[in-house]
């Protein structure tokens, strides 16, 4: 009899705590649903320790290499600027800068003659990463949680002498944030 009472018993127990799974509350409070910055990932001032602004080497190019890779061979939906899906073809054009200049010729009379110059954008190119992000924090202790939404890789340029950012595209880890 006492058998039969432990097996009924532990029965009703391992039904309770399979039946009775009790959805972990989220007790942290949301800083802000959506916040957007640049993150430097190479630090150009050698002065500084090496983890300042910066990614070690080996490891941001893996990153940037798998995110390059994904985009171009279509592995991950890339995004413009506007949120309108891109084409690996329309990726093809983006990761490529033209540029037109007009120069003059070595020997006389030293014409000028337009040129164009095009070059291909890698991965190595980007030092800039921007990030669209969820943070929420626990009021007792402080922690505080992100959560990653977006990462765009982004170019710093010079235009008419001051340097400008610009996205190439934007990947989702979370595409649910496109319906927000």
């Not at 802000?32 to 050698?46: E, F, G, L, R």
């Not at 010729?105 to 954008?121: G, L």
């Not at 943070?135 to 400008?164: F, R, T």
Request: hydrophobic fraction near 40%; aromatic fraction near 10%; glycine fraction near 2%.
């Amino acid at each position: 009899m006492k058998k039969v009472i432990f097996a009924l018993l532990a029965v009703a127990l391992i039904l309770v705590f399979t039946q009775c799974e009790e959805k972990e509350q989220d007790d942290r409070t949301i800083i802000t649903k959506k916040i957007q910055y640049d993150v430097p990932i190479m630090n150009p001032d050698a002065d500084h320790d090496w983890w300042i602004r910066n990614i070690e080497g080996s490891d941001r190019e893996a990153l940037l290499n798998n995110i390059f890779d994904k985009v171009q061979s279509g592995d991950i939906q890339a995004y413009d600027y506007f949120n309108e899906p891109l084409t690996v073809g329309q990726i093809g054009s983006i990761l490529v800068d033209t540029m037109h200049q007009v120069l003059n010729r070595i020997t006389p009379p030293y014409a000028e003659y337009d040129t164009t110059i095009i070059r291909k954008i890698q991965a190595s190119d980007v030092f800039i990463l921007r990030f669209l992000e969820e943070w929420k924090y626990d009021e007792n202790s402080l922690h505080i949680d992100k959560k990653v939404y977006a990462i765009s890789p982004v170019l710093e340029v010079i235009i008419d002498g001051q340097k400008v950012t610009r996205p190439l595209f934007t990947v989702y880890t979370d595409e649910s944030i496109l319906r927000k």
